[in-house]
């Protein structure tokens, strides 16, 4: 099934399933995105009843608009080094994971192993990616060094003025909306209760327990364990003490949708530049984006915004001038302090987060779904996610 093949503007449009005087659920996950549906779908693999509540559509926020670039590699940084080991233990998972949804739903998530290009436009930054390069591969991080005539070669449309670039074999990609559209139907034949335009108010605790939520309505659902995986959105759910509400913010990211020729692609690598990334469909859509602005849950599209993307893109691959827009976007990226994943158990018995993933919630679905489900069954915390818990911001504050 194609489903990246909707019209960009086009929102999942699941309606809630009749909540009638159904039993309360031994769990609430509070967020439809990528990371709370890959949970639901694998705690109702454990025979768990789960229900999924989101304020707006399933799978519309911070899913719907991301990129979709599994890119562990190319975008490792100094400081890093545990978000880098995350990183590819997902990418190891994404094979399975990509192959187990399309058994499941028979919607195939395209997951594409071409790899990515991260491209220097001129000489200075030629020497900065040398540099950055040279700090990857200490990192025993698959990064080659292409010169500007193995890059053309591999991308003949690319400006002729490159002056190099990294390939980075292991970073692949996915169709983000296939990849909502799978899960969404993976934890529905599996059970779970969907319910989108279903806003949480708060969290519900009594004699310091996690027991369910309150909705805005009022209306209060009862549950063994809550799952916190509203995104940006996290911080805002209110019942919770101050400290146990996890730090994380919305950064608003603009996009621009072109649209190539499918048989003839103007670009088949994710490729990275200065100030954007491009990311070629198979139905040839091109995602260009995305900007990074501190700007709360502002929705406008700019003319700043786009422009900004446009020349950065041109200066790279300057054929997409011929290229005509199909959609523009905006999302907004979960940021945590030090723009980790919060993953684990709260202070608050019952209360579990899954957030904060800012640019890697596609790229850690995989490991999030198995590693939170794992912990909210009893079977104890993922060693890949320990070093993510809440405690790490006090530990920091306290040093």
Request: proline share 6%.
């Amino acid at each position: 099934m194609a489903a990246e093949s909707r019209p960009y503007s086009e929102t999942n449009a699941t309606r809630a399933r009749a909540p009638d005087q159904a039993p309360a659920p031994d769990v609430v996950i509070i967020g439809a995105g990528v990371c709370g549906l890959g949970i639901a779908w694998r705690l109702a693999q454990r025979g768990l009843a789960v229900t999924v509540l989101d304020q707006g559509a399933l799978g519309a926020a911070a899913s719907w608009v991301a990129g979709g670039m599994l890119a562990a590699c190319a975008e490792a940084e100094p400081g890093e080094e545990e978000l880098v080991r995350l990183g590819r233990h997902a990418q190891r998972l994404w094979p399975g994971f990509a192959t187990e949804l399309l058994e499941a739903t028979s919607i195939d998530v395209d997951l594409r192993t071409e790899g990515t290009l991260v491209v220097a436009p001129t000489a200075d930054e030629r020497a900065r990616l040398l540099h950055h390069h040279a700090f990857q591969t200490g990192l025993g991080l698959t990064l080659d060094w292409l010169t500007p005539a193995e890059v053309r070669r591999r991308e003949p449309h690319l400006a002729a003025g490159i002056t190099g670039a990294v390939f980075s074999p292991e970073d692949h990609q996915v169709a983000t909306r296939s990849l909502t559209t799978a899960l969404i139907r993976a934890a529905e034949r599996a059970g779970v209760t969907l319910r989108p335009h279903t806003a949480v108010a708060r969290i519900v605790v009594e004699n310091g327990r996690a027991t369910g939520v309150e909705l805005s309505d009022g209306t209060r659902i009862a549950a063994g364990t809550v799952v916190l995986a509203a995104g940006a959105w996290s911080r805002g759910i209110e019942g919770v003490a101050p400290a146990a509400r996890p730090p994380v913010r919305p950064i608003k990211g603009q996009v621009i949708v072109l649209k190539m020729d499918a048989a003839a692609p103007l670009l088949t690598h994710v490729l990275w530049a200065p100030g954007c990334y491009l990311v070629p469909r198979r139905d040839g859509h091109l995602i260009l984006g995305a900007t990074v602005e501190e700007k709360g849950f502002d929705t406008a599209i700019t003319a700043g915004g786009i422009f900004a993307l446009l020349e950065a893109a041109w200066r790279v691959l300057p054929a997409i001038e011929e290229l005509p827009i199909v959609d523009t976007v905006v999302g907004h990226r979960p940021g945590s302090r030090d723009d980790a994943p919060i993953l684990g158990a709260s202070e608050v018995p019952g209360l579990v987060y899954a957030t904060g993933h800012h640019r890697n919630g596609i790229l850690l679905a995989p490991v999030t779904a198995d590693a939170v489900a794992r912990l909210v069954a009893g079977e104890g915390t993922d060693p890949a996610i320990a070093a993510f818990g809440m405690e790490r911001f006090a530990a920091k504050a306290a040093a």
